[in-house]
T-cell receptor, first 112, second 116 residues
Framework: RKEVEQDPGPFNVPEGATVAFNCTYS??????FFWYRQDCRKEPKLLMS???SGNEDGRFTAQLNRASQYISLLIRDSKLSDSATYLC?????????????FGKGTKLSVKP | GAVVSQHPSRVICKSGTSVKIECRSL??????MFWYRQFPKQSLMLMAT?????????EQGVEKDKFLINHASLTLSTLTVTSAHPEDSSFYIC????????????FGDGTRLSIL
């Protein structure tokens, strides 16, 4: 089983739609979780950290279910500029190394 | 804040050339820097982790003599791909982190390396 699994998509949605991405991770000892976005041929950029209580940043809401080892990202009122690949990222080591494990990403395409 | 600069952004060179990539944290001190590689349609794969003033820790399967990492200061790490071959062509990305392991990493712009 891969360490971090995501549906690769693509998710093709109209502007204004609500879209949700899911991610599962295999290491129950994982300590911290993030969503990054990566535009085509660019570096990943941190979108948001994911906390156990769930957290929201504007149109973006992230949820974590440690029991199910499941992370989600909800995007409301999609914009054209949201088109990108969304990477689910898990940190397996809270120590000095902080090894991030990346999913392959879920591709989102928002259409006019 | 948390800006990481990577240079060069694009390299095209002949097989056998050595290529040096720089990664700088511009507005914070990076206790740890990471080097990743991403092949087309694949996820980022960690190559090595470096702490300032220490030898880098390489992931399994990554040759330390081929991918030389120097982390001489809290704001600069370099990756040198020695005697590069076409199979080394990839997107190389550095990241930097200040503080503890549960803090997010901030990524450089990436270097697209093409070996002819």
């Amino acid at each position: 089983r891969k360490e971090v699994e995501q549906d690769p998509g693509p998710f093709n949605v109209p502007e204004g739609a609500t879209v949700a991405f899911n991610c599962t991770y295999s290491n129950s000892a994982s300590q911290s979780f993030f969503w990054y976005r990566q535009d085509c041929r660019k570096e990943p950029k941190l979108l948001m950290s994911v906390y156990s209580s769930g957290n929201e940043d504007g149109r973006f809401t992230a949820q974590l279910n440690r029991a199910s080892q499941y992370i989600s990202l909800l995007i409301r009122d999609s914009k054209l500029s949201d088109s990108a690949t969304y990477l689910c990222v898990v940190n397996n080591d809270g120590g000095s190394q902080g090894n991030l494990i990346f999913g392959k990403g879920t591709k989102l395409s928002v259409k006019p | 804040g948390a800006v990481v600069s990577q240079h060069p952004s694009r390299v095209i060179c002949k097989s056998g050339t050595s290529v040096k990539i720089e990664c700088r944290s511009l507005d914070f001190q990076a206790t740890t820097m990471f080097w990743y590689r991403q092949f087309p349609k694949q996820s980022l794969m960690l190559m090595a982790t470096s702490n300032e003033g220490s030898k880098a820790t390489y992931e399994q399967g990554v040759e330390k003599d081929k991918f030389l990492i120097n982390h001489a200061s809290l704001t600069l790490s370099t990756l040198t791909v020695t005697s590069a071959h076409p199979e080394d062509s990839s997107f190389y990305i550095c990241s930097a982190r200040a503080g503890a392991g549960n803090q997010p990493q901030h990524f450089g712009d990436g270097t697209r390396l093409s070996i002819l």
